[in-house]
């Protein structure tokens, strides 16, 4: 299954100067517990990385830094992790999976923003893709109990 298919295109964003409190009030107003940090709010929003909730715990509040002065810039990790929206799905995992990492942010052919994909997104499928296979494991053993008889 590819990227694109999985991927929430609704993704709350932020820029490189937006501060910790900020971005703090976003998280709550969007309902959300990362932001993808990009370089423009406009149409040709390019990733350049993500802030968490974690993040802000643990690089600001716990750094005693001030949050209404500290900007999301300054403690993004970069190089930040792409796939592309045609990537398979697979690939993304492998992403996840090689760099530690629960979100991946997706950009178009052009780079620029085009969602995100989360281990909560590989997860629902993979479970719906395992519900479809043992429906269909139970369906063949009904039909061979049926041609038995």
């Known amino acids: 299954m590819l990227v694109s298919q999985l991927c929430q295109i609704e993704v709350a964003c932020c820029t490189l100067q937006t501060t910790i409190l900020?971005?703090?009030?976003?998280?709550r107003q969007k309902h959300v517990g990362d932001l993808v940090v990009v370089?423009?709010?406009g149409d040709d929003r390019v990733?350049?990385?993500i802030i968490t909730d974690r993040d802000i715990v643990v690089e600001v509040l716990g750094?005693?830094?001030n949050p209404a002065t500290t900007t999301v810039g300054t403690i993004i990790r970069r190089p930040v992790v792409l796939v592309n929206e045609d990537d398979d799905a697979a690939q993304a995992l492998e992403q996840?999976?090689?760099h530690g990492i629960r979100r991946v942010?997706?950009?178009?052919?052009?780079?620029?923003?085009?969602?995100?994909i989360t281990?909560?997104?590989l997860l629902k499928a993979l479970a719906?893709?395992?519900s479809r296979l043992a429906e269909t494991i139970a369906r063949e053993q009904s039909q061979e109990r049926r041609a038995r008889r």
């Open 22 to 27: 900020q971005a703090s009030v976003l998280m």
């Open 39 to 41: 370089s423009d709010e």
């Open 47 to 49: 990733p350049l990385g």
């Open 63 to 65: 750094a005693g830094c």
């Open 96 to 98: 996840m999976q090689a």
């Open 105 to 116: 942010p997706v950009v178009d052919r052009k780079g620029r923003l085009a969602g995100i």
């Open 119 to 121: 281990v909560d997104d």
């Open 128 to 130: 719906s893709d395992a």
